[in-house]
């Protein structure tokens, strides 16, 4: 069975950090993109971050461009997502999801998602 | 680019026809997808390319358009379609999701 599990999730102040983790299972992990969607409280779906299946293109949008860092460990099954000087405005549910057809940039499995709040 | 969807509310009986818009800022081609997601769930992926349907997904599900005005279509609403849907491009980075449209029971 194909599966995401995500985790990390955590209460953090404003300005702190916390990393993300999504294990896979179920497929060959290295041959699809994987990316990072999130959902505020209540809101939207926003996409944040994409990587290809080799890890070496990334794509951010550009509201965490510069704070957040995506990479995966191909040996392990593993994306992460670095979050670095959060704010208010990234608390979210973050989902972890795969490509549909490697690089498609549709994505037809999610993990469960994991909750981040920032706050002081 | 910016997917408007349109209603942002629509209240329906089941066993009516659902009609959900999204429309595009610029041209997107065929390159939109369309999710369904329920309350304290993650996304489900139902349509890509405007037209596919995802594996599994039943035939009352049907997606049309191209270029800026797409359209999903439930033909005859079930009771598990009740559900707050997403359109999605992936012709242009940043990729873009619509604000979404929520399928009440009238």
């Known amino acids: 069975e194909v599966q995401l599990l995500e985790s990390g999730g955590d209460f953090v102040q404003p300005g702190g950090s916390l990393r993300l983790s999504c294990v896979a299972s179920g497929f060959t992990f290295s041959s699809y993109a994987m990316t990072w969607v999130r959902q505020a409280p209540g809101k939207g779906l926003e996409w944040v971050s994409i990587?290809?299946?080799?890890?070496?293109?990334?794509y951010y949008a550009d509201s965490v461009k510069g704070r957040f860092t995506i990479s995966r460990d191909n040996s392990k099954n593993t994306l992460f997502l670095q979050m670095n000087s959060l704010r208010g405005e990234d608390t979210a549910v973050y989902f972890c999801a795969k490509d549909f057809l490697g690089s498609s940039h549709t994505f037809d499995i999610w993990g469960q998602g994991t909750m981040v709040t920032v706050s002081s | 680019i910016v997917l408007t969807q349109s209603p942002a509310t629509l209240s329906l009986s089941p066993g009516e026809r659902a009609t959900l818009s999204c429309r595009a800022s610029q041209s997107v081609s065929i390159f939109l997808a369309w999710y369904q997601q329920k309350v304290g769930q993650a996304p489900r992926l139902l349509i890509y390319?405007?037209?596919n349907r995802a594996t599994g997904i039943p035939a009352r599900f049907s997606g049309s358009g191209s270029g800026t005005d797409f359209t999903l279509t439930i033909s005859s609403l079930e009771p598990e379609d009740f559900a707050v849907y997403y359109c999605?491009?992936?012709?242009?980075?940043?990729?873009?999701f619509g604000g979404g449209t929520k399928v009440e029971i009238k």
């Open positions: 999605q491009q992936r012709s242009n980075w940043p990729l873009t």
């Open positions: 990587i290809s299946g080799s890890g070496g293109s990334t």
């Open positions: 390319d405007a037209s």
